[in-house]
T-cell receptor, first 116, second 114 residues
């Protein structure tokens, strides 16, 4: 398996533009997570899907952020409109949902977003 | 919320020395995980220790867990330059939605000098 695949690896855009980040989880994994990493705040969970259904989106910063998982092999994270404070590395991770929170996550390489 | 907090924030050692990183967490847990992140890459799972385990080994890694002190440590023995990376502890936190969220600390940045 090629692992979790994210695209684009780097994105530079201007404030106000729409940004779409993409993720292909590991085949057979039924849980998918979107995290954001910044120096100030570390790794923050944005949203979590189980069997393609959003379970917890309490980490999504505001209405400008939305995420979808139309099928088991694809997810998107969209920011519209983007702002400079959204600049961060966005990670997608997938796992086989384990009991009692024993999920071992496999991370993608990340998408580095810079909003000017 | 930050469930796990690593200490120290940064650690610099000579190749061949041992490196110890500590993690403290706030709420009761049933397992704790350690991950590694090389610069510009995603996190990679290293080891999981369950609450009924006190110590676990994997190659040059040794993890301990003290549930009474709500702390864990990661020891890397005979360090190599390739061990240079950031190391994170992660523990499950029950959310209001009734699901478990894996919460990460801010990490320890380890530099191993050849």
């Amino acid at each position: 398996d090629a692992g979790v695949i994210q695209s684009p690896r780097h994105e530079v855009t201007e404030m106000g533009q729409e940004v779409t980040l993409r993720c292909k989880p590991i085949s057979g994994h039924n849980s998918l997570f979107w995290y954001r990493q910044t120096m100030m705040r570390g790794l923050e969970l944005l949203i979590y899907f189980n069997n393609n259904v959003p379970i917890d989106d309490s980490g999504m910063p505001e209405d400008r952020f939305s995420a979808k998982m139309p099928n088991a092999s694809f997810s998107t994270l969209k920011i519209q409109p983007s702002e400079p404070r959204d600049s961060a590395v966005y990670f997608c991770a997938s796992s086989l949902a384990g009991g009692s929170g024993a999920n071992v996550l496999t991370f993608g390489a990340g998408s580095r977003l810079t909003v000017l | 919320s930050q469930q796990g907090e690593e200490d120290p924030q940064a650690l610099s050692i000579q190749e061949g020395e041992n490196a110890t990183m500590n993690c403290s967490y706030k709420t009761s847990i049933n397992n704790l995980q350690w991950y590694r992140q090389n610069s510009g890459r995603g996190l990679v799972h290293l080891i999981l220790i369950r609450s009924n385990e006190r110590e676990k080994h994997s190659g040059r890694l040794r993890v301990t867990l003290d549930t009474s002190k709500k702390s864990s440590s990661l020891l890397i023995t005979a360090s190599r330059a390739a061990d240079t990376a950031s190391y994170f502890c992660a523990s499950p936190e029950l959310t209001g939605a009734g699901s478990y969220q894996l919460t990460f600390g801010k990490g320890t940045k380890l530099s191993v000098i050849p």
